[in-house]
């Protein structure tokens, strides 16, 4: 019996098209007839490695070829991969990958969401941008374009509670936190045609724009959970009852209180947060207080003290304090109000001196309307004096009067002395200002949520559930860059000028080669414990937008 080796090779194999298995294998002949046997299954191995393997068996007769091969070896630079390492490393480490999945969907809400923090734009600038960023020889993604993108925010609405369960389960399992803080904010819109637009309370200061209002449920740190998007129109306290819902089914329950912002908790909110028998922390508004005032309730004397506490019969606490520096800040405001409204006199009087034909009541009628918008009518007004001349009038009771709760503030809790001292009490509900903090980033600081540059409802709120994951990983970058002296935008920047070399064997790519980084990024990489590969698979994806911009673009 004579066995002849002929040649050994790697082979591809697909079983149903379900996976792909790479094999080392060799023929040779016995008794006249060639077989086949496997040496070993090499799918574990990496595409540079199986590629660096044929090669070297395509020469194994002769190495001394393989110097001619070098020389069709050719270096040229790749697509930038430092900041999209990093936030899929992130991404991972936090659990928001495996929380979206591996899916074509999953991997697509994956770099809407990376690219929201690398570069804020619509669905057509995150195109273009993964057109200059490694993003699919990373995520392992195929061509895509902006139609794509859309119809992702129809997926991640309809899967926005289950991937918010994971990621809490990832998070918070076993022990589950005990505090929850909750707050709304609203965003206005530039179009009109958006399914949950809608005029309403505008936070934003813009008249006449129609917007959507957001509901953010975080646990005590300030990390958020899950995000709700509710027509513009909605009531604050109008939102509360879902967020109680959340946490009662899924969540998990149990001793839990609320942290809401003033008048975000009233009676019927009291009820609902009862029925689950969760307690709750708020704060109550400026009248509420001149009512406790006039009952009894709370002596104006306690206001004084650096921290007081009132309980009531039924249980019910009061904890009220007077912020020196919040009291100074109000009546520098108020006296900047009324100094505005002396300078307009004086030159409300300039031109009736100046101008004979000139109405005194016009004069007057401006004037009051100024004091009405400056919020100040109560206490100051404008009144004809001799001589064509106005003056302004100050009721300084009614000033006495207002001064008097400059500064105050009372919160409200049912929870009792033993679970909760009033320092506690007072520290939770200045934990709301994390929740204030996640708003400014991801509305105008970092994340710009604005515009939303959607129409339908599904993927508006797929487009704010893409800015609260965004924010996870702004958060966390925050956190471990605290000792570095820049922003987490400054340190995505510095990121992107990291670029792969890829390798071109007679012209084709290979593989793309990190290079070692510069000490900035090496130092913004150590900070963020993400190690960069040696290698990346270099697929060759290339991705466009379906919509071009205009050739005859106007210059200026």
Known sequence: MVIIVATMYIEKTNSRGKYTCYLLRET?????????????????????????????????????QLVSVTQAVSLRQGLSMGAVWLLFDIARQLGITEALGPSRAGKLALWQVMARVIDQGSRLSAVRLAGSHAACDILGLEPFHEDDLYENLDWLDENQSKIEDLLFQSSYSPKKPGLYLYDVTSSYLEGQYNELSAFGY???????????????????????LSVEVFAGNTQDTATVASQIQKVA????????????????????????????????????????????????????????????????????????????????????????????????????????AEHSHARE??????????????????????????DRRISLTTDQEVLAEIEKLDGCYVLKTDLNKKAASKETIHSRYKDLAQVEWAFRTSKTVQLEMRPVNVRLASRTRGHVFVVMLAYLIVQELT???????????????????????EVLVEGKPRCSKIPQPRSS???????????????????????????????NRATP
């Open 479 to 501: 956190d471990r860059w605290n000792e570095i002296n820049l922003t987490v935008a400054e340190g995505i920047h510095e990121l992107t000028s990291l670029c792969a070399t």
């Open 361 to 386: 009541a016009v004069a007057l009628r401006k004037v009051n309307d100024r004091c009405e918008k400056l919020k100040v009518s109560k206490w100051v007004g404008a009144v004809a004096a001799s």
């Open 249 to 352: 089914q899924r969540f998990g329950g149990g001793d839990i209180t609320f942290v809401g912002d003033r008048g975000m908790i009233k009676n019927q909110q009291v009820e609902d947060l009862a029925e689950y028998g969760f307690h709750y922390i708020t704060a109550i508004t400026k009248p509420q207080i001149e009512s406790l005032i006039d009952q009894g309730v709370i002596p104006m004397t306690l206001f004084d003290q650096r921290l007081a506490e009132i309980q009531t019969e039924a249980g019910i606490r009061y904890i009220l304090r007077r912020n020196p520096d919040r009291a100074l800040e109000i009546r520098q405001s108020r006296q900047s109000k009324l100094a505005s409204l002396h300078q307009m006199v004086k030159k409300q009087n300039e031109y009736l």
């Open 521 to 551: 990024v090496e130092e913004l990489l150590k900070a963020a414990s993400v190690r960069l590969p040696n290698v990346l698979p270099c697929k060759g994806t290339r991705v466009a937008t379906r919509k071009k911009l205009p050739e």
């Open 202 to 224: 505008n936070r934003d200061g813009k008249k006449g724009k129609r917007q959507i209002v957001i509901g953010l449920l975080c646990e005590e740190t300030g990390k958020p």
């Open 28 to 64: 040779y002949r016995k008794d006249g007839k060639v077989k086949h046997r496997t040496l070993a299954n090499l799918s574990g191995c990496a595409e540079e490695e199986l590629e660096a393997m044929r090669l070297a068996l395509q020469h194994k007769k002769d190495l001394t």
